[in-house]
């Protein structure tokens, strides 16, 4: 395994990046097997979403993306559908590969990360590696466009159970950066009650204290490896999207806090049915457990976990799911294995430095 130390480092001599990058346009790709490369259009949600259930079977058999996330991608801010996707279409009309780059400012760097695939039916044919090339290609043009005078990397992810999960990221010159674990707690060994922090009071996350709990996931998360500002945008797609969960999800605050806040952290969760079938188990997935810094070590973390899992067990789910940072310094793991989580599977990020 390799790793490499990829933290944000700044430095006051780099140039911005539309000097420092030189990018001609990506060319659009070649392929016998491919009778049409394009742009994605919205109209191409059902099958886009298709295509990727199809890797999604072979590539991480127990969850499934839905048709809302995939929306979501397509019509995201971070990214111009006409220029910044493509599409391989066979002479069916069938769609056998999706390619995404959005773009992620920052204050200490800018990402691009690249997702999409290729559907298994039409693997090992050279169409992942021509669509990778422009998908590069493309974002190096992308951050050639900018003007920050920071670092700047290119990020993929690839599941480490995926069949041949490391040849496209190899061949396109990224290297392993960080390492992500999924964990699960089974609730059949039930959850001792939350124990919160004197001072501390966890409530719902309410209208009120919406913005005051984006601004404070933001900040827990600021410095974290890899992290990239959100907008309001990309919050709402989450706390307001299909599957979240409010009876399942919840604020921590000071107990002499207003409706509107200040917030110390959050843990916030969605339940999507769908993914029962593919577990073998219902669950509630834990999408976002953050505490702000001058918070952490006070046990709020602790708190929200252990409410989390009360209330999904009282709701008669079977499991908390969760992804978290290996090597995260917050110590996330070893809060999550104290709880009870066990590792299932582990996904690896791939960088390419620019």
Do not use: C
Not at 100 to 109: K, S
Not at 330 to 352: D, I, K, N, P, Q
Request: no cysteine; glycine share 8%.
């Amino acid at each position: 395994m390799t790793t490499m130390n990829t933290g944000p480092t700044p430095s006051p001599a780099l140039l911005p990046l539309r000097e420092r990058i030189a990018a001609p346009a990506a060319p659009v790709p070649a392929h016998p097997d491919v009778a049409v490369w394009r742009a994605a259009r919205l109209e191409d949600a059902a099958a886009v979403t298709a295509a990727i259930k199809a890797m999604d079977a072979v590539d991480h058999p127990d969850w499934s993306t839905p048709q809302e996330d995939v929306v979501d991608e397509l019509t995201s801010a971070r990214l111009d559908l006409a220029t910044d996707s493509l599409v391989a279409v066979d002479a069916q009309g069938a769609v056998l590969a999706v390619g995404l780059v959005p773009l992620h400012p920052g204050t200490d760097r800018v990402q691009v990360r690249l997702s999409g695939g290729v559907i298994p039916a039409a693997r090992r044919r050279g169409i992942g590696t021509a669509l990778g090339r422009w998908q590069v290609a493309r974002a190096l043009e992308r951050l050639a466009q900018r003007e920050e005078a920071v670092p700047a990397w290119i990020r993929l992810t690839t599941e480490e159970r995926t069949p041949g999960w490391r040849a496209l990221p190899t061949t396109l010159g990224f290297q392993i950066a960080r390492w992500f674990t999924s964990m699960d707690r089974d609730l059949a060994d039930p959850p001792p009650p939350a124990r919160v922090p004197e001072g501390v009071r966890l409530v719902p996350l309410t209208p009120q204290n919406d913005a005051a709990t984006m601004a404070a996931v933001v900040a827990a998360f600021q410095d974290h490896w890899g992290s990239a500002p959100i907008d309001a945008a990309e919050w709402h797609q989450t706390v307001r999207g299909e599957f979240f969960r409010d009876d399942l999800t919840f604020v921590a605050v000071p107990a002499d806090a207003g409706p509107a806040g200040p917030v110390l952290g959050a843990a916030i969760t969605i339940v999507t049915p769908e993914d029962f079938p593919l577990q073998g188990y219902t669950s509630s997935y834990l999408a976002t457990l953050g505490v702000t810094r001058q918070a952490r070590g006070k046990g709020v973390a602790s708190a929200l976990l252990a409410a989390v899992l009360g209330a999904t067990a009282e709701a008669g789910l079977e499991r908390v799911v969760l992804d978290v940072d290996t090597d995260s310094p917050t110590g996330a793991l070893g809060l999550y294995e104290r709880a009870g989580f066990v590792a299932s599977s582990r996904s690896a990020t791939w960088v390419l430095e620019v």
